[in-house]
């Protein structure tokens, strides 16, 4: 069993950065991949980003590519997401996830799920 639980989400400006970040619970942390994903009012949720559970390969969304990055301290037990020249577009609710069977684009891959945090970027 892994919870999740998800912080940094916040209000900024176009431009701006955030770093997000997602405690896990449970001693087998670093068996998992983990991922983030996203979901704006009235679309579905979209895959961001993904990592590995040793860290080494890592994979992102086109439309975040070259702004965000993922990553992993698994001593601590916790995954980040650093988010850089946010756009409006990137208005949502960011969740992490956790999977036991690897990294992957897919929701539905992954066994575990946070209760997301808020992200907002005003134009």
């Known amino acids: 069993q892994v919870q999740l639980v998800e912080s940094g989400g916040g209000l900024v400006q176009a431009g701006g950065s955030l770093r997000l970040s997602c405690a896990a619970s449970?001693?087998?942390?670093?068996?998992?991949?983990m991922g983030w994903f996203r979901q704006a009012p009235g679309k579905e949720r979209e895959f961001v980003a993904a990592?590995?559970?040793?860290?080494?390969?890592?994979y992102y969304a086109d439309s975040v590519k070259g702004r965000f990055t993922i990553s992993r301290d698994n001593a601590k037990n916790i995954v980040y997401l650093q988010m850089n020249s946010l756009k409006p577009e990137d208005t949502a609710v960011y969740y992490c996830a956790a999977s036991s069977g690897g990294p992957s684009n897919i929701g539905r891959a992954y066994n575990y799920w946070g209760q997301g945090t808020q992200v907002t970027v005003s134009s």
């Open positions: 990592i590995s559970w040793r860290g080494s390969n890592t």
């Open positions: 449970g001693r087998t942390f670093s068996s998992y991949a």
